[in-house]
């Protein structure tokens, strides 16, 4: 039941990580980005991102020449 209110919220449009800001982050997302790309170093791994969504992660990911499985609940976002 609560897997289903959670991807019938995250399919909505209003309530998804909008796209434009994945090329364009804000400061603090940009931050979080680099922590993670700095912690992961040069470790080549397949990795999973899990509630995926839009690509807020997954995106930057793979412009770090990562490879990435993206995986979300809700369909729509992916």
Do not use: C, W
Not at 25 to 34: F, G, I, M, N, R
Not at 45 to 55: E, H, K, L, Q
């Amino acid at each position: 039941m609560f897997d289903e209110l959670q991807k019938n919220y995250f399919n909505m449009r209003s309530h998804q990580y909008q796209q434009e800001l994945i090329l364009h982050p804000k400061k603090h997302v940009a931050l979080e980005t680099s922590f993670i790309l700095k912690k992961i170093g040069d470790i080549l791994v397949n990795i999973v991102d899990y509630g995926a969504g839009t690509g807020r992660l997954t995106i930057p990911l793979l412009q770090s020449n990562r490879f990435v499985t993206a995986v979300d609940i809700s369909d729509k976002s992916l």
